[in-house]
């Protein structure tokens, strides 16, 4: 009988080697998914490695960007009319010409070979790869050389300029229209630079090119076409006031010396004249004209009665000439339908010859609302301003917001405006005022009379002194500049009143602010008033000088923008 414990002995060394195979592919599984995780560790250190290399030049190009724009066009503006330029050809596809497309946006012309490649002292660069950019590279000092802690990347950067001479717009141009460059000689007083930044990573191919424009503009622009004296209400001249006139204030050889909407009360002797008579005949009490910073001035000349546009000496007649441009109380107004306005409602109202908003006049920003089109702007227009100290939006009106964004300076501020802490702290001015010292954009809150023997601004550093007309500012010393009195209707800054309009008495006044000259008072430059001039009597004189208003236009006063869509990564060099 067979013994059944044979039937049920299991096949031990068959068993033991299934598990010896099972354990070896456990292992060779285990060694595989090891080094696939070791393999994606290496790809994402790598990754890590180029992302980090990728953001490094980028960030050294926007330093390019950022130290080009500080060099150019704050620190040595004057290279932007003076320093050495060559200008592009339209097929001039290399660095950096090449960073500009070659049409305009229409397709109409070309636009490459409309600007200009800095030719200058060229970069400082070392690395072999910038050679054939270098000489085109604004020469930046303090650059960086290591980005990263101790051990980091080192790195090469330069920045090329490309400047566009900006052609005047004719009159009636299309606003959608392009801007256009043009030839130095032929352009306006705007500039617009494309600067090429180049960044790399030095022994590396790590690198890029970014391109951002930079528009230069001036905040008052056409300030040395205004006359003498400009008022929305009436204009007293009494006693001996002189007045030289804008000799191209209403077109090529027409002299403006005075405009306003009201009617010019004009009484005592009075005189217009041009500057030539004012200094050449002029001289009082043996103090001919002398140079003063680099302009001939002549605070005791006088214009001659004989030689006066609008007084004649002999037999003492007050007359008014072509340069006084005022409405006369008796002029009758007229309906007009082709406009819909009924210019009878107040018969002083010029046929909107004058403009209703002198602030948007002289300084582009609109700040009062010709509701009901009467030739006056009565309605306030509000917007908000954002608080640089506390980032919060404060409404008030547009022209508030305007001066506080601009102003170099704000002199004695109301309570109002210290109360909300507006200012920022370059605003912020504990000085003497008037002083000689002061130039630009300078605001006066509050006690803003110019005593005898004071003087605010020079020739070459002249202000834009715009003084809060809540009551009459007094001039009796000397001003260099442009001095403009605004309208405190509705109350004083900071008013938030949405859609204010002016009371009757307002509207009657031209604005709030209000003017008295007095003996010894020069205003060289030009007078602009929401309100009336109260008085102007003795020897007191507004001088119109082209060369004191052109230096406001000057880089002074520039500001600088950058061009929307204008930043682009698309060029490679």
Known sequence: ????????????????????????????????????????????????????????????????????????????????????????????????????????????????????????????????????????????????????????????????????????????????DPVRCTTREAASNQRVVTFVSVGSVRGESARTTLVQTVGRYNLFAGVTGVPPIIAAGSVDVTGGLQIVTNPNGGGTGVPVSVWTRKDVSKTGTPNTCYIDEFFRFGAKNNDPPTIYDGTTVCDTCQCEGDKSLSYDKSGNVQDEGIDILDVDGNTVGAYDPAKGINYDVNTTYPNCEFPPDLFAHVFGTAAWEDADHDCVGEVKIMTTYRNPNTGADVPMGADEAYLYKNAALVIHPTAATTNANLLRSDQVYTGAYPSASLGGLIWCQSNCDIGSNEQ??????????????????????????????????????????????????????????????????????????????????????????????????????????TLPGAWNDKWSY
């Not at 049920?8 to 090891?34: F, H, K």
């Not at 920045?159 to 009636?172: E, I």
């Not at 070459?460 to 500012?473: A, F, K, R």
Request: glycine share 10%; net charge negative; with cysteine.
């Open 1 to 176: 009988m067979d013994n059944p414990m044979n039937t049920c002995r299991p096949n031990l060394p068959r068993q033991s080697g299934a598990a010896l195979v099972v354990a070896v592919v456990l292992l060779l599984l285990a060694g595989l998914l090891t080094l696939l995780a070791l393999n994606i560790g290496v790809f994402e250190q790598r990754s890590t490695a180029n992302d980090l290399r990728a953001k490094t030049v980028r960030e050294v190009a926007e330093a390019g960007l950022a130290q080009g724009f500080e060099y150019l066009m704050r620190q040595h503006p004057s290279l932007l009319e003076t320093g050495s330029w060559t200008k592009c050809q339209s097929n001039e596809t290399t660095f950096p010409c090449g960073a500009v497309d070659e049409f305009e946006p229409d397709g109409s012309t070309h636009r490459r070979d409309t600007m200009y490649k800095w030719t200058g002292t060229g970069a400082t660069i070392s690395t072999a790869s910038f050679d054939a950019l270098k000489a085109y590279m604004l020469p930046l000092a303090n650059t960086i050389s290591t980005v990263g802690d101790a051990g980091g990347f080192p790195v090469d950067y330069g920045v090329a300029p490309l400047l566009c001479y900006v052609a005047p717009r004719p009159t009636g141009t299309d606003p959608t």
């Open 456 to 561: 605010l601004g020079t020739p070459s550093n002249p202000v834009v002194l715009v003084i809060d007309g809540s009551g009459t500012t007094n001039i009796q010393g000397k001003v260099f500049g442009l001095v403009f009195l605004r309208t405190l209707a509705g109350g004083a800054t900071l008013t938030p009143v949405a859609g204010y309009t002016m009371t009757s008495a307002e509207i009657a006044s031209g604005g709030t602010a209000s003017l008295r000259m007095n003996a010894g008072a020069v205003v060289y430059g030009s007078v602009v008033l929401q309100g009336k001039v109260d008085k102007a009597n003795g020897t007191a004189a507004v001088v119109y000088n082209r060369d004191v208003l052109g230096n406001i236009e000057g880089p002074a006063n520039d500001r600088f923008s």
